[in-house]
Structures are given as C-alpha cells and as structure tokens.
C-alpha cells in the first residue's frame, strides 16, 4: 500500500514564504511521479494549482511554484497572502493509479 | 468555458448499485483523460479511478477495483462510474475531472462541482 506524506500543519506570517513537501512511501519523488498540488478551502471542490512538478494553470498566483526538493515535491509559496490560507494536497502518479497525500493545514497568522 | 456536472447520487443500501454520470462541455471531450476523485467528510480527496481519452484504458484505486467501473460515451461528452457492492465507507462527495492536458494523464486539472453518495441502511 503505497502512502504519500505531507506535513500536517504548517504557519507562516503574511507576506512571509513556506514550502509544503510531498514523499512517497516507495521512495524519492522524481518527475516521473508528476507531481501535482491542489488548493481546498471548505465547501469547495479541490482546485488545482501545479501539475507536472512545475508548471502552473492559467488561474495559478505567481507566488506559488512547484518543485523537487530532497527526494520530495515541494510547493513553495512566496509572499503569502491571507487568502491563501487552506488545506493543500498532493498527488503522484504511479504507473496508470494516483495517490493523494494527507493534506497540509496552512494557517496564516 | 470547461464545464463538468456531477449527477446520480443519493441515499443507497450497502451491497446495493449505483451509477453516477459525469456530463462534460466547454471542450474536445474525446481528447482528454477523465477522473474521479472522492472525499469523506472530513477527509482529504482519495483519487477513485481514471478513463483515458479514447476509453481504452482504465485505472482503479485498490480500495474500489473490482466493484466500481468507469466508462465514457464520447458521443455525449459523458463519463460513468457504475458502483456495484456498496459499502458504508464509500460515503463521499464524488467529483469528476478533466486531465490538466489532452491526451495525456498528467493529473485532474479541472473539476466539477461533486455529486454526494451515502451508502447507509
């Protein structure tokens, strides 16, 4: 059974930078896990920011940028706004099947 | 603009069936993979299966192979999943969604706004 990790929790000051991360339990993450990030505020869908490591949909801030980093996938976020305040996910791809991650708090404050 | 309407959830007894359609428009349908994606209340998204943009291809999580089944009709820009042998922890709001690119499978990019299913005597 295949897990994909992320932080549970994570604070950053407005205007401040953080980085999420996402490992998988079958090793380092490369691009061949395209690695995709998503944004989830409640009562909405998932929306997607990040596919394919690094590039980014049309509606993706630019302050958000997607990466590898250490083994993992890595989001950054630079100057954080309140707004971005929300659950963040990952998924990797593994031949055909995704996994998602557990999700990543991101608090504002 | 790319559209995806959920249909078909509802209340159903554990053991029981039920189909859930995925209606697709803004967009070359048959050039694109579809996903579902579901989540529990309280839970983050579990990625459930995947169709690839012809139908010829299809990929199941674990926790549903061998009882759900999804399928498209590229004449009516429609996805199906028929869920067979329901049970209480297939609870979840189900999504579809568009791959991010045409005919590759390079993640969900675009999501509908989720159908609800509750599996529960």
């Known amino acids: 059974q295949t897990v994909v990790t992320q932080e549970p929790s994570l604070t950053v000051s407005p205007g401040g930078t953080v980085t999420l991360t996402c490992a998988s339990s079958?090793?380092?993450?490369?691009?061949?896990?395209?690695p995709n990030w998503f944004q989830q505020k409640p009562g909405e869908p998932p929306r997607a920011l990040i596919y394919?490591?690094?590039i980014k949909h049309y509606w993706t801030p630019a302050r958000f940028s997607g990466s590898l980093l250490g083994g993992k996938a890595a989001l950054t976020l630079s100057g954080v706004q309140p707004e971005d305040e929300a659950d963040y996910y990952c998924l990797l791809y593994y031949g055909g099947t995704w996994a998602f991650g557990g999700g990543t708090k991101l608090t504002v404050l | 603009q790319v559209q995806l309407v959920e249909s078909g959830g509802g209340v159903v007894q554990p053991g029981r069936s039920l189909r859930l359609s995925c209606a697709a428009s803004g967009f070359i349908f048959s050039s694109n993979a579809i996903h579902w994606v579901r989540q529990s209340p309280g839970k983050g998204p579990e990625w459930v299966a995947v169709t690839s943009y012809g139908g010829t291809k299809a990929y199941y999580a674990d926790s549903v192979k061998g009882r759900f089944t999804i399928s498209r009709d590229n004449s009516k820009n429609t996805v199906y999943l028929q869920m067979n042998s329901l049970r209480p922890e297939d609870t979840a709001v189900y999504y579809c969604a568009r791959d991010s690119v045409d005919i590759l499978e390079l993640g969900p990019g675009y999501w509908g706004q989720g159908t609800l299913v509750t599996v529960s005597s």
């Open positions: 394919s490591t690094t």
């Open positions: 079958t090793g380092a993450v490369n691009s061949g896990y395209y």
